[in-house]
């Protein structure tokens, strides 16, 4: 027993030897940073905070209490009813615009983000650096210098007012078909495709059954770009939409905190307070759902093998 405990030990030293050792991460603490991040957390949270105690009181509390706390009233389930049935349910109709908007307008430019991205990415044709400029050059322009032109545009085929005033310029995302395009390049090798085609295989059948899976983090990332987007637009269906029946919930809440400016009317801060609440759990849940996607397709390309 002594002679094989003698010969095993140099045994089991020298592989620990010679493993490889790995230089352990060393994590400095900074106090100043940490004092930085809380404060900076507070500082982003305290809105939210401030909306959700708000949502809870009445209106003569919301008026009168201090604003970082409760009333004496905790009146969280009544305003939300009261905002529901108000005005025949027309904040209901408003949420049911937003997800038309956001559904199809939202939807479709992720489809033609994805669409466009993989054929600039996997396509080699006369003029694609021309199309890389003219996509740069349309991500720096804001969407609030195009605005005017796009209702002159609309007004003129006599499509204001309506549905597809809304939807049609939301189609046109060119931050995220330059991220689609990127994300393809980068994740999706050009000989994985080319063996595809050399098996028979159609380039619809290669782009969403075989280069879909490996598209899903960057797919999900521009998709919930352009939910954000779409979800909070307010300038362009302002001067799109004139009928109520069209407002998106934007639109729709502005115009009830605008009520408290008109003459004779009752000014309905809680049902606007409580309906902006309601409005964000949707891209809350969102968020919370897709985050480990989203997350993934951000850090494309933050490490270097």
Excluded: C
């Amino acid at each position: 027993m002594s002679i094989s405990t003698t010969k095993t030990r140099p045994i089991f030293v020298a592989s620990r030897s010679a493993a490889p050792r790995r230089s352990p991460i060393h994590v400095r603490k900074s106090v100043v940073l940490s004092v930085f991040a809380l404060v900076l957390l507070i500082y982003s949270l305290l809105p939210l905070f401030w909306l959700v105690v708000s949502a809870t009181k009445s209106q003569p509390d919301l008026l009168n209490s201090f604003g970082l706390w409760f009333g004496s009233d905790f009146n969280l389930f009544e305003n939300i009813r009261r905002t529901l049935t108000y005005d025949d349910g027309v904040f209901v109709l408003w949420l049911r615009n937003t997800l038309l908007y956001v559904v199809v307008g939202a939807g479709g430019a992720t489809l033609l983000g994805l669409l466009g991205g993989w054929g600039l990415a996997k396509f080699a044709f006369f003029g694609r650096r021309a199309v890389f400029a003219v996509i740069l050059g349309a991500i720096a322009i804001p969407g609030t210098a195009l605005a005017v032109p796009t209702f002159l545009m609309f007004a003129e085929v006599g499509l204001t007012n309506t549905p597809w005033a809304v939807i049609i310029p939301a189609l046109i995302e060119p931050f995220g078909l330059y991220l689609m395009w990127i994300y393809a390049s980068e994740s999706v090798p050009d000989e994985l495709v080319e063996a595809a085609r050399i098996d028979g295989a159609g380039e619809f059948r290669i782009l969403f059954q075989i280069a879909l899976p490996v598209l899903a983090p960057g797919l999900v990332t521009v998709l919930l770009f352009n939910v954000v987007s779409g979800w909070n637009n307010f300038f362009l269906p302002l001067i799109m939409l004139n009928d109520p029946q069209w407002y998106p919930l934007t639109l729709g809440l502005e115009s009830w905190s605008g009520q408290a400016n008109i003459q004779g009317a009752a000014p309905i801060f809680d049902l606007v307070i409580t309906g902006s609440l309601l409005a964000i759990l949707p891209l809350v849940a969102a968020f919370l759902l897709l985050q480990r996607y989203w997350q993934s397709g951000l850090t494309l390309g933050g490490v270097k093998e």
